[in-house]
Nanobody, 124 residues
Framework: QVQLVESGGGLVQAGGSLRLSCAAS????????MAWFRRAPGKERESVAA????????YYADSVKGRFTTSRDNAKNMVYLQMNSLKPEDTAVYYC?????????????????WGQGTQVTVSS
């Protein structure tokens, strides 16, 4: 079992930055691949970024590539999403997710555990 708690969301102006954090419980955190998803109002939940247990592979959606960076600290059971050059279309609830899988990693159905989400609002 893994429990996930996101933090770091808030209101920011376009062009600004935010850093989301996801705290994970469980002694086997380092064996899980982690991801960030988001859901904008009226839209489906979509993949933003993913990182394997060893940080050897990362994935980014085209819409955030070059602006967002995900990282993890297995010693602290933490995953991060650094978001730079934020745009109004980045406004969404952002979720942290975990899976034991090491491949795929881009679909909602690839993940077994989810946090409660944190709101990010980017004003124009």
């Amino acid at each position: 079992q893994v429990q996930l708690v996101e933090s770091g969301g808030g209101l920011v102006q376009a062009g600004g930055s935010l850093r989301l954090s996801c705290a994970a419980s469980g002694r086997t955190f380092s064996s899980y691949s982690m991801a960030w998803f988001r859901r904008a109002p009226g839209k489906e939940r979509e993949s933003v970024a993913a990182i394997t247990w060893s940080s050897g592979y990362t994935y980014y959606a085209d819409s955030v590539k070059g602006r967002f960076t995900t990282s993890r600290d297995n010693a602290k059971n933490m995953v991060y999403l650094q978001m730079n050059s934020l745009k109004p279309e980045d406004t969404a609830v952002y979720y942290c997710a975990a899976t034991r899988a090491g491949t795929g990693l881009r679909r909602v159905t690839d993940y077994d555990y989810w946090g409660q989400g944190t709101q990010v609002t980017v004003s124009s």
